[in-house]
């Protein structure tokens, strides 16, 4: 729900450096669709695209409102 995507998008920005970046991205993707954010779900997929493009989240990613 919308809260839970709100709360997630809140605690990612406390996450810094490089570890699971692409999955940090995938879930900033899912939260703004989420939250009915699509300009913001389609910066971060294609962020997400060029990060990890063999990825298993990547079918989720382009299954989502941030679809090419």
């Not at 709100?6 to 879930?27: I, K, N, P, Q």
């Amino acid at each position: 729900n919308a809260g839970n995507a709100a709360g997630a998008l809140l605690e990612l920005r406390a996450v810094r450096g490089r570890a699971l970046r692409a999955e940090r991205t995938a879930l900033e993707v899912f939260a703004h669709c989420a939250l009915g954010n699509g300009a913001q779900a389609r910066l971060h997929a294609a962020a997400f695209r060029q990060l990890a493009p063999h990825s298993p989240l990547l079918p989720r990613v382009n299954a989502s409102c941030a679809a090419e």
